[in-house]
């Protein structure tokens, strides 16, 4: 665990790379909305070990350090209420400037290092979240991967999709099938966005994947979709990194 000045505070991450003396590629890890656990630092120590050097922020570090919710069941639906009060407001925090923000100070962390353009990998709303970011620092930000990621296409002036101009990278889109938060005409509006903006893309749905399918620690999980998940992931990288 490493602690990473932003302009609003100190937000704690964690870090893992090749067990080696090497450089390596650098790869912003953006977690769902469950948060920084030992999940997430599972992934990231795999995604670690084929090379890269990999940051994983408690986004949510304006709220405190993680874990903020150590063992949530979202299966219970107490549980799950109490979960989505607590998360509500550290989610609105999370605009598009606070993200773009903070996202700078992650790159700087993995600047220092390791070499070369970022890739980065987001889920759920971390998925947004890394297009936020590779929006903001196009320079930096070389590919994108994200995973049943929703809320990409809204009627809101600020819609997501709306800032395909401003990317650069390669991006991958791995949707989950029937996702509510991401349905077959907003995935279809978000295509055309990319396409229109000379993004290098490509877009899959895993079908009879629900959303959180790459969650292991969660009753969407996935192990098949979460595996297709890793090798679409470690293609991109070792194309663009």
């Known amino acids: 665990m490493i602690d990473v000045e932003t302009p609003d505070g100190v937000a704690d ?3 893992t790379r090749p067990d080696d003396d090497a450089p390596h590629p650098g790869v912003l890890f953006v977690i769902d909305a469950i948060g920084l656990r030992q999940q997430t630092k ?3 120590d795999r995604i670690a070990a084929q090379g890269y050097v990999v940051l994983a922020p408690n986004i949510f570090y304006r709220g405190g350090r993680a874990p903020l919710w150590p063992d949530v069941n979202l299966a219970d639906p107490e549980a799950r209420a109490e979960f989505m009060t607590t998360l509500q407001p550290l989610a609105a925090a999370l605009t598009p400037q606070a993200v773009a923000s903070d996202g700078g100070a992650y790159l700087r962390a993995l600047a220092d290092r390791a070499e070369g353009p970022v890739g980065i990998t987001g889920y759920c709303m971390g998925g947004r979240h890394g297009w936020e970011i590779a929006a903001a620092h196009p320079d930096r930000v070389a590919a ?6 929703g809320g990409m296409v809204t009627d809101a002036p600020d819609s997501p999709h709306l800032r395909a101009p401003n990317v650069t990278a390669t ?3 791995g949707h989950a099938d029937n996702d509510q938060s991401m349905s077959p005409e907003a995935i279809s509006q978000l295509d055309a966005a990319m ?8 877009t899959e749905v895993y079908e009879g994947a629900a959303h959180g399918y790459t969650m292991a620690d969660q009753g969407a999980y996935n192990q098949a979709a979460a595996e297709r998940h890793y090798a679409a992931l470690f293609d991109l990288f070792s194309r663009t990194l």
């Open 42 to 44: 599972a992934m990231a």
């Open 144 to 149: 994108l991967g994200g995973f049943h990621t």
């Open 195 to 202: 396409d229109a903006a000379g993004i290098a893309h490509t």
């Open 13 to 15: 991450c964690y870090l």
């Open 171 to 173: 991006v991958y889109w």
